[in-house]
């Protein structure tokens, strides 16, 4: 569902522009909004949330996307967590539909999916190890490394359970806003994929804004 | 496959258990009276941070629903096990489990004290104690397979339980392609719309495998799944294959 934001860039706390094959991890706020912007268009945020005070307690893809009884997720989506919890809200959508299902790449599932000799292209499962070895006051390892959101990605499903990635629906200048529910840690790894058709080979920048 | 059963057992419904099965093991779950749901986890015991990935099974294969044909991946681009043989043709991947609040605005709760063996168990719980076993918790969970459900999605993506999926005897066959460690409930699918707690048995039996053929099912379904063999054909490389 398409649905624009009543907010403007002017009255921004915070702005950051990630470059493809980099990550962002920060603290977002109870009631604060988080926006991601695809810049360029046909890019792929993969995002995983934390709640700050406990994060054994995580996103969950699965409880997102029983309790709303739709697999993708868009304005008015809840992100569950594995407490089935509300933590955070999609709050506005400009690209229409976001996948949960297809999961980040990695070095190990890029062998699979493309070839044996893929293993050394880089990948957002790296991203995300990097970011929390750097950023390890938040206490994660490879063990919270769980099943993402793909702001921007269009993976179809079928009646007869068929699952395809499409090209893209996100186009420069789409983003995807949501309100916290609770603190939140959110790791977003901006994919550096070069072997996937959905994004013409091309990844490029993001930009995430933050607002009281 | 061989014919001979190396080992059977019933498991009630609303339960829980778990095991790990070598290399070249089959695992074969029947349910009994049918409408059962089998919550299942799979993780590497050398390394438990290796587990069940359901996005890369999916993503790989470009499936939504799990059947014959079908491998089950961990994170680290290996095969746990394959899906030799299945009377059911749809399982469920993304159905999840009911936590204890769950169960209890649904069905109502029976705690133990009224009800002993007989209260309403829920998948969330049984997957934390089988995992606390082997020294796993809550950062160790993932997207669980739901062996004999059905959610099928509409044509936009919006989701219903099929009640009629699984019938008495139908069942699945998954032979192991690495040592795993196999967590499973039988509580009942989150969307399961019983008016009462469904509490279904189902029956497990094990056998050896033959050994995996080059115009095997599993191995032939992908050319991701030919990669996938050879992946775990290096992990194990060395390993005795039961069967060979």
């Known amino acids: ?25 920060e603290v977002v706020k109870a009631g604060q909004t988080l926006r991601i912007l695809d810049l360029e268009g046909n890019q792929a945020a993969d995002t995983l949330f934390y709640a700050a005070t406990d994060p054994s307690e995580r996103y969950s893809a699965i409880d997102t996307i029983r309790e709303q009884g739709n697999a993708y997720l868009t304005a008015g989506s809840v992100l569950m967590s594995t407490e089935n919890r509300p933590m955070l809200t999609i709050t506005a959508d400009t690209c229409g539909r976001h996948d949960t299902l297809g999961g980040a790449c990695a070095t190990e599932s890029n062998t699979v999916r493309y070839a044996l000799d893929k293993k050394c292209m880089h990948a957002c499962r790296d991203s995300w190890l990097r970011a929390v070895a750097e950023r390890d006051e938040f206490g994660l390892t490879k063990r919270d490394i769980t099943h993402n959101i793909n702001f921007f990605m269009n993976v179809p499903i079928t009646p007869d359970g068929g699952l395809t990635f499409a090209d893209g629906i996100s186009g420069s200048g789409k983003y995807v806003e949501m309100r916290a529910e609770m603190d939140v840690i959110v790791l977003i790894s901006n994919c550096p994929q070069l072997n996937n058709p959905c994004n013409a080979y091309n990844p490029t920048p993001i930009d995430v804004l933050v607002w009281d | 496959m061989s014919d001979a059963i190396l080992y059977e057992d019933d498991i009630p419904g609303g339960a829980h258990w778990s095991f790990t099965l070598r290399r070249g093991t089959v695992l074969r779950l029947i349910d009994l009276e049918g409408g059962a749901n089998v919550g299942m986890l799979f993780y590497n015991p050398a390394n438990p941070l290796e587990r069940y990935n359901a996005p890369d099974t999916l993503k790989c294969q470009h499936t939504f629903k799990l059947t014959a044909g079908h491998c089950l991946y961990s994170d680290m681009g290996r095969i746990f096990c394959s899906i ?10 993304v159905g999840g489990v009911a936590n204890r609040a769950m169960v209890a605005a649904k069905w ?7 009800a002993r063996n007989d209260w309403t168990q829920n998948g969330r719980d049984s997957f934390l104690v089988e995992a606390g076993k082997y020294g796993l918790g809550k950062r160790d969970m993932a997207a669980n397979v739901n062996w004999f459900s059905k959610v099928a999605p509409d044509a936009e993506g919006t989701l219903s339980f099929d009640p009629a999926n699984s019938i008495p005897g139908a069942h699945v066959d998954l032979r192991f392609e690495m040592d795993t460690l196999v967590l499973f409930h039988t509580c009942p699918h989150p969307l399961n719309p019983s008016a009462d707690y469904p509490r279904k048995p189902i029956r497990y039996q094990l056998r050896e495998a033959a050994p995996v053929a080059a115009d095997d099912l599993c191995r032939t379904s992908r050319p991701e799944n030919a990669r996938g063999f050879a992946n775990t054909e290096l992990y194990t490389a060395g390993a005795p294959v039961v069967g060979a």
């Open chain 1, 1 to 25: 569902m398409i649905k624009e934001s009543p907010l403007t860039a002017e009255t921004v706390v915070y702005r950051q522009t990630v470059p493809a094959g980099d990550y962002w991890m």
């Open chain 2, 108 to 114: 109502g709760e029976k705690t133990y004290q009224e």
């Open chain 2, 84 to 93: 030799i043989k299945d009377s059911v043709g749809w399982h469920d991947t």
